[in-house]
């Protein structure tokens, strides 16, 4: 295996940044005895803006970070799969006809639910063994799920015979997750793992699934603040914002709050009871700022930008409701910092992280401060990462004749 090269992408400074990819290539020769055939890889996400918009049809505009989910894996002839996790220190092995319905979740049900989903959608699919590895924290609102998804069936991409279309693929994870695990999540985390670009931000339209790329304004850099609080009641709170958005378009005869404008909103607007108004008003008005934040992306503000950062994370915090002390008091440590354009939280909300738009060459120290500064504020220790805008789900490594 001394001869595996990774595309250039892959030069990172940090060499920590390789750990997955050499982890589950040393796993794989250890036990099969033989150099993996394929090394794929599905990043996490981070999410600039446009937060708890994408089941309501609407406009999302995150990146795919520099930490991923890696499987290296060879086929097998027998339709089954034999997965390792190297991170849960366990095995599992499921035939491809006849799937087991999980009686609780664990790892292996991402991958019989992603088996599940593409086959029900009339993929083909054969068999394969690997090792599986990843540095996407877990929990911690980064989308270590669809990483994991998207990783899946990029590996079942590799040993079949289909075409890999993004959206087409996002969607058959994202069903794997709503009915097979049963967690009702949106579009996004697995749209952006599929289709994630390299030093780019992605805007998704959640309706047609159309995305447009944007670079950071020059001299920016994106870091991750992670509040070390991991959110609890989160699947009933998420189902009920849900709910109360599908309650608010019915009202006015639409299909999703996607179709209404904050103009024609604010003429309505009193026809609906004060906590309908709130959740309407926090989607409808996140659509506008994250239209808003691609002209701020593609006229290179950053002030702009980091302005409908921080409204977006109001509008969370009061019209949304799914922020929490510590993301409010992460976000407060990080506004304070004359670096940072912008802060919010980000992903679903109630714990977990939030994201800063900072000047990067001054990002390393703001890391350093805002981490202290919070930790002592909250007694929480957080976890803050500079990141990168990486690829989407992509094969890595293919041994030559494959
Ligand atoms: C979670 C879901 C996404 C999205 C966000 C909120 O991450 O998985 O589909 O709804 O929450 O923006």
């Given at each position: 295996?001394?001869?595996?090269?990774?595309?250039?992408?892959?030069?990172?400074?940090?060499?920590?940044?390789?750990?997955?990819?050499?982890?589950?290539?040393?796993?794989?020769?250890?036990?099969?005895?033989?150099?993996?055939?394929?090394?794929?890889?599905?990043?996490?996400?981070?999410?600039?803006?446009?937060?708890?918009?994408?089941?309501?049809?609407?406009?999302?505009?995150?990146?795919?970070?520099?930490?991923?989910?890696?499987?290296?894996?060879?086929?097998?002839?027998d339709k089954r799969v034999?997965?390792?996790?190297?991170?849960?220190?366990?095995?599992?092995?499921f035939p491809l006809d006849g799937l087991?319905?999980?009686?609780?979740?664990?790892?292996?049900?991402?991958?019989?639910?992603?088996a599940w989903?593409?086959q029900?959608?009339?993929?083909?699919l054969c068999g394969?063994?690997?090792?599986?590895?990843?540095?996407?924290?877990?929990?911690?609102?980064?989308?270590?799920?669809?990483?994991?998804?998207?990783?899946?069936?990029?590996?079942f991409?590799?040993?079949?015979?289909?075409?890999?279309?993004?959206?087409?693929?996002?969607?058959?994870?994202?069903?794997?997750?709503?009915?097979?695990?049963?967690?009702?999540?949106?579009?996004?985390?697995?749209?952006?793992?599929?289709?994630?670009?390299?030093?780019?931000?992605?805007?998704?339209?959640?309706?047609?699934?159309?995305?447009?790329?944007?670079?950071?304004?020059?001299?920016?850099?994106?870091?991750?603040?992670?509040?070390?609080?991991?959110?609890?009641?989160?699947?009933?709170?998420?189902?009920?914002?849900?709910?109360?958005?599908?309650?608010?378009?019915?009202?006015?005869?639409?299909?999703?709050?996607?179709?209404?404008?904050?103009?024609?909103?604010?003429?309505?607007?009193?026809?609906?009871?004060?906590?309908?108004?709130?959740?309407?008003?926090?989607?409808?008005?996140?659509?506008?700022?994250?239209?808003?934040?691609?002209?701020?992306?593609?006229?290179?503000?950053?002030?702009?930008?980091?302005?409908?950062?921080?409204?977006?994370?109001?509008?969370?915090?009061?019209?949304?409701?799914?922020?929490?002390?510590?993301?409010?008091?992460?976000?407060?440590?990080?506004?304070?910092?004359?670096?940072?354009?912008?802060?919010?939280?980000?992903?679903?909300?109630?714990?977990?992280?939030?994201?800063?738009?900072?000047?990067?060459?001054?990002?390393?120290?703001?890391?350093?401060?805002?981490?202290?500064?919070?930790?002592?504020?909250?007694?929480?220790?957080?976890?803050?990462?500079?990141?990168?805008?990486?690829?989407?789900?992509?094969?890595?490594?293919?041994?030559?004749?494959?």
């Amino acid at each position: 295996m001394s001869a595996l090269q990774f595309p250039h992408q892959f030069t990172w400074e940090n060499d920590h940044k390789m750990l997955p990819a050499t982890k589950v290539k040393d796993r794989f020769l250890a036990e099969f005895g033989q150099a993996p055939a394929f090394i794929v890889r599905a990043p996490g996400r981070v999410n600039l803006i446009g937060e708890h918009t994408d089941y309501n049809d609407g406009f999302v505009f995150p990146m795919a970070i520099d930490r991923a989910t890696w499987i290296a894996l060879r086929p097998r002839g027998d339709k089954r799969v034999l997965a390792i996790s190297i991170d849960m220190d366990d095995r599992r092995e499921f035939p491809l006809d006849g799937l087991p319905r999980p009686a609780e979740t664990r790892w292996i049900d991402y991958l019989i639910g992603v088996a599940w989903s593409l086959q029900e959608r009339g993929y083909a699919l054969c068999g394969w063994e690997g090792a599986i590895s990843g540095d996407v924290p877990i929990g911690s609102g980064l989308s270590s799920s669809a990483a994991l998804e998207l990783a899946a069936a990029r590996a079942f991409y590799c040993v079949s015979d289909f075409e890999w279309e993004a959206p087409a693929l996002a969607l058959a994870c994202q069903a794997a997750e709503n009915d097979w695990l049963g967690v009702n999540c949106g579009i996004m985390d697995q749209m952006i793992s599929a289709a994630g670009i390299e030093e780019r931000a992605l805007l998704i339209d959640c309706r047609s699934l159309e995305t447009t790329s944007a670079p950071l304004p020059d001299g920016m850099a994106v870091v991750i603040l992670d509040t070390g609080t991991r959110r609890g009641l989160v699947d009933s709170a998420y189902n009920e914002r849900r709910a109360q958005c599908e309650a608010a378009a019915r009202h006015f005869g639409l299909t999703a709050l996607r179709d209404i404008d904050l103009a024609s909103f604010g003429r309505r607007a009193h026809e609906l009871d004060e906590l309908s108004r709130k959740r309407a008003r926090h989607v409808i008005s996140e659509n506008e700022r994250t239209l808003r934040a691609r002209d701020a992306m593609n006229a290179g503000d950053a002030a702009a930008l980091g302005k409908l950062m921080i409204e977006s994370h109001i509008s969370l915090r009061d019209d949304f409701e799914v922020s929490s002390a510590a993301l409010d008091a992460i976000v407060a440590c990080a506004n304070a910092e004359e670096a940072c354009y912008g802060a919010r939280m980000t992903g679903a909300g109630f714990g977990g992280c939030a994201v800063a738009l900072v000047r990067a060459d001054a990002a390393q120290g703001f890391a350093e401060r805002v981490a202290a500064n919070y930790q002592a504020a909250a007694g929480v220790e957080p976890a803050l990462y500079v990141t990168r805008a990486s690829r989407g789900a992509e094969t890595v490594y293919r041994a030559a004749g494959l």
